[in-house]
């Protein structure tokens, strides 16, 4: 790898950085809490910049995301900012993933506006996203408004759908019946037990009967990785509300208007700790940039309510057939196919939350 | 030519320039440059990325361009290079198009 062991002038040089060798993750810990930042969960890989022994700067990646950058206060406003920057983009850029985002204090902004990236949106003085392409959400935004139609009601919904089921399917015959168009945005990041390919199908197969509704890539701008890290990982309550806020800030400025869209609809949530907190958040935010907020109590059957994370839960521990009354047709068939049975043994095999 | 995937060349340091070539999914040349000297030769330097792009024969494509204050030499070496690897000819270099 390009940056390891790469020494740039004699005095530093950048190394990989390894958290289970105690004293470096203690480094690291250090130069992060010396500047206000803790370090994030399941980091894919970091990097430190040494002069000679001294930790003195350090970052980490995470799908498309630069995380956890600190930079010892000795040497802030020099070069070695740039030393950085460079080795991430490169580690990314050897992963395939060119268009990045940096998530971090507001205050960092104008160095971070230095290395090429452009601030997308702040939330209360605590964290702000950026991107490193001039016209990342702006393509995005045009994109989508293409699929723009007009009416009196339009409704969106958003949906991991891991996988789809009748609960899912419901609340869009719901929005469907109430709206004159749904659009469905379907999250995109592949980090849920079913892949984004699988969960798509499902959903492009269950709702073919509708007739008003268009399905969109949530991207990365919709509950991503970059936008709602702590979606994906059980993170501390305060972290997740300020995620929260950033992913339905976006939702409401930019991608709500570029469509539309008077009104979101979701399902009511009384399993989950994280997502309950970002319907709560939704009620708040949507609402001030003129978006109503719909939440619709879950469907119930006989064997109770209708949740994806039961379904997972049967899958875990066996017991396919109960959740034939979950999930349309398309879902049950899909879990008997060869893939689905693949999918079934990985979530058997590591039982985890989403 | 045709882009095939994201290409890249070049670092951050000073008196370099990072690039980014990229498929354009409309019709032309899109460039975003952002360069410590922008004001003095933000012109100059795009100039060198077209004329470097037209002389590869890259019609469509988009370029993102971090310039620390690269000499001309650099800016087009750096340009050529993410433009190779853009498609995939990293390793068989066509002489014929530098």
């Known amino acids: ?354 | 030519m045709e882009i095939i995937k994201t290409g890249m060349a070049g670092t951050m340091e000073s008196s370099d320039i990072h690039v980014i070539i990229e498929k354009n999914e409309e019709a032309g040349i899109k460039i975003f440059l952002n360069s410590t000297v922008e004001k003095q030769f933000g012109e100059q330097i795009e100039g060198v990325i077209l004329k470097t792009l037209k002389e590869m024969d890259i019609i469509n494509v988009v370029v993102r361009a971090m310039d620390r204050g690269a000499l001309d030499c650099t800016i087009r070496a750096r340009v050529q290079s993410a433009v190779m690897r853009s498609i995939l000819k990293e390793n068989e270099l066509d002489w014929g198009l530098l």
Do not use: W
């Not at chain 1, 009601?153 to 399917?169: D, E, Q, R, W, Y």
């Open chain 1, 1 to 354: 790898m390009i940056y390891e062991g790469f020494t740039v002038t004699k005095d530093f040089t950048v190394e990989k950085i390894y958290m289970d060798e105690k004293k470096t993750k203690k480094q690291v810990l250090d130069l992060l809490e010396k500047n206000d930042l803790t370090l994030d969960i399941g980091l894919e890989d970091s990097v430190g910049v040494y002069d000679g022994e001294n930790l003195i700067a350090t970052g980490s990646i995470k799908g498309n995301t630069l995380r956890c950058i600190a930079i010892d206060q000795d040497y802030q406003g020099t070069s070695v900012l740039n030393l950085l920057m460079d080795t991430l983009v490169r580690m990314q850029y050897m992963r395939e993933r060119s268009h990045l985002f940096v998530y971090t204090k507001p205050t960092a902004q104008k160095s971070f506006q230095f290395m090429g990236f452009h601030k997308i949106e702040e939330v209360n003085e605590k964290v702000i996203l950026m991107e490193n392409k001039m016209d990342g959400i702006k393509s995005y935004l045009d994109r989508l408004s293409k699929h723009e139609v007009s009416g009196d009601k339009i409704s969106a919904i958003v949906m991991n759908a891991n996988p789809f089921t009748n609960g899912h399917l419901y609340l869009i015959e719901r929005a469907s019946k109430e709206s004159d168009h749904v659009h469905v945005f379907m999250v995109s990041s592949d980090i849920s037990s079913f892949p984004y390919s699988v969960r798509k199908q499902l959903i492009t197969e269950g709702t073919k009967h509708i007739k008003n509704i268009t399905l969109h890539e949530g991207g990365d701008y919709i509950i991503s990785n970059a936008t709602f890290p702590s979606y994906f990982i059980k993170e501390k309550s305060e972290i997740v509300k300020i995620h929260a806020t950033l992913d339905l800030k976006i939702f409401a400025k930019y991608i709500g208007p570029s469509l539309g869209i008077h009104q979101r609809y979701v399902g009511e949530e009384p399993y989950c700790e994280t997502t309950h907190q970002y319907n709560q958040v939704m009620k708040m935010i949507l609402p001030q940039y003129g978006i109503d907020v719909k939440e619709i109590a879950r469907k119930a059957i006989e064997d109770g309510t209708i949740s994806a994370s039961k379904v997972r839960d049967f899958i875990a521990t066996g017991n396919i057939e109960k959740i034939n009354s979950f999930v349309p047709e398309a879902t049950y068939t899909f879990l008997a196919s060869e893939e689905g049975k693949k999918i079934i043994h990985k979530i058997q095999k590591c039982k985890k939350r989403h």
